[in-house]
């Protein structure tokens, strides 16, 4: 039998000639006078290949009666095009259906759709040009991210899924319970978890840093890269509900350290992707923001601004601006002050460190001003924050302080606390939203978009 060949290997070849078979979907079918021309897509690129069907061919009256969404089998022969808009097409010998789809039901047409139209058929979005290439740039950053991390001797680590632990102290996390909702074993008038699966209450993990931070106290530089979750019931176009999270964690490193790493890495991610995606990028500039590869060209070769958050809030007072929440030292930056930031004052990637102990979470190392602490939030233009990280309190008796004044209970965290009591040392580290770096490189406004199948309040759909 032969071997099918991908649309992306055929148009990459040197010369024509020779028989192929291909297998695809039709994007288009149009006829004229004794043939019909098939656009023909696999996924395997954005770019379509075109099968020409003559009359005389037994298989033309199927061919001609093709529409869009119909899968089909050809075989003939690799000719070069003389049409404009590609170099190679296919001469069909002969076409085999594979599946039809009616042209009056199928949801998606040749126009071009909104996006929102789009989510409610997550199943067929794959197919149309802007999922095809988001499919393939997640891939490349996801390759990139591997790429960075193992060619400087980082161990990935696979954080768990489940977990007991609420690593940001912030409490949006969904419970994991196996107990029966509707009839939950009941002791001293509430619900006893002790009877549940895990014997204790369980939760989908809001992050793998715990996890890491053990790790990293053994191997030194490890990361993770898995899904994460969070019951925020923020819809905002840059908030899901679970989202992928990558989060290095390295020993003997301070937050200058940290922050030159995230530096280097989000540079070499946009480098790959510019390198590697250069087909889909130009449709992503095209359609979405004809900024978006200036904006990762201008970036590669910048050096990231560094800013105390006390001097982001001076900068921000100072600005003029009329912003919708007020400024105010010792309160969290909203996205609208950290665009500013960015992309008004700075106009490239901001650093801002040194955040209020109030505002971030309990493992952040306290400063010796004991009113700040080593935080890192890296800002880019669009975005606001896609990076959050920080240098961890490797001190045992400033750590306990902190969790009891977050009124934490340490005894839940008597691992995290053992990590500071045998061979503590400094160590940081960082995650970065994977959704939100493919949103940043794409352009791409609402983040249910750069994800195959977006979970936000009230939507769990596919
Ligand atoms: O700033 P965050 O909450 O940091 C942590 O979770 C730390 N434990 C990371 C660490 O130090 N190892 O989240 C990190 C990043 C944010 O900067 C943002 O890019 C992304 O994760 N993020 C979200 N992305 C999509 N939807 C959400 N609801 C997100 N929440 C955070
Ligand atoms: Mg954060």
Redesign the pocket.
């Known amino acids: 039998m032969m071997r099918r060949t991908r649309v992306v290997d055929i148009l990459s070849r040197e010369n024509a000639g020779g028989e192929v078979l291909v297998q695809g979907w039709v994007k288009t079918k149009r006829s004229s006078k004794n043939v019909s021309f098939i656009q023909l897509n696999d996924g395997s690129t954005l770019k379509d290949l075109q099968v020409v069907v003559d009359e005389t061919l037994p298989d033309y009256t199927l061919a001609e009666s093709l529409s869009t969404g119909c899968s089909v089998s050809v075989v003939g022969s690799l000719v070069e095009s003389p049409g404009k808009g590609q170099k190679y097409e296919v001469h069909a010998r002969s076409v085999e259906l594979f599946g039809y789809a009616d042209p009056e039901e199928y949801p998606l047409q040749k126009k071009r759709h909104t996006l929102e139209y789009l989510r409610e058929i997550g199943h067929l979005r794959p197919r149309t040009n802007t999922f095809g290439a988001m499919a393939r740039v997640r891939n490349a950053v996801s390759f990139a991210i591997h790429s960075f991390f193992q060619s400087r001797g980082f161990i990935f680590l696979q954080a768990p899924i489940i977990t007991a632990s609420d690593?940001?102290g912030a409490g949006a996390m969904f419970r994991v319970t196996t107990l029966d909702p509707n009839n939950p074993p009941m002791k001293d008038g509430r619900v006893n978890y002790g009877e549940d699966f895990f014997g204790k209450p369980a939760f989908l993990t809001?992050?793998g840093?715990l996890e890491?931070e053990i790790f990293a106290l053994a191997l030194s530089d490890v990361y993770t890269f898995g899904p994460t979750f969070?019951a925020?019931n923020s819809n905002t176009s840059?908030?899901?509900a679970e989202?992928w999270?990558v989060?290095p964690?390295v020993a003997f490193c301070d937050l200058e350290g940290l922050s030159e790493l995230a530096e280097d890495f989000l540079k070499y991610i946009f480098t790959y992707v510019l390198e590697n995606c250069g087909e889909d990028m130009v449709f992503f500039n095209q359609w979405y923001d004809k900024s978006a590869i200036s904006t990762l060209e201008g970036i590669v070769s910048s050096t990231f601004e560094k800013l105390t958050y006390t001097e982001a809030v001076d900068i921000l007072k100072s600005s003029g601006e009329s912003f919708e929440f007020p400024v105010e030292w010792g309160h969290d930056l909203q996205s609208e002050h950290e665009r500013y930031l960015t992309e008004v004052k700075i106009g490239k990637p901001v650093i801002v460190t040194d955040y209020p102990r109030e505002i971030k979470a309990f493992y952040m190392r306290l400063n010796d001003d004991e009113k700040t602490v080593r935080a890192m939030d890296v800002l880019v233009p669009r975005i606001g924050?896609?990076?959050?990280?920080?240098q961890r309190e490797e001190r045992h008796d400033v750590l306990l302080e902190r969790l009891r004044q977050t009124g934490l209970d340490e005894r839940d965290f008597w691992w995290y606390m053992d990590l500071r009591s045998y061979g503590t040392v400094p160590h940081s580290?960082?995650?970065?939203?994977f959704?939100?770096t493919v949103q940043f490189v794409t352009g791409v406004q609402n983040?249910r978009d750069v994800i195959p199948f977006p979970r936000t309040p009230n939507n769990a759909e596919f």
């Open positions: 690593a940001e809001v992050s840093q890491a969070r925020e840059r908030h899901l989202f999270m989060e964690e924050e896609i990076i959050g990280g920080s580290g960082f995650g970065l939203g959704e939100r983040i």
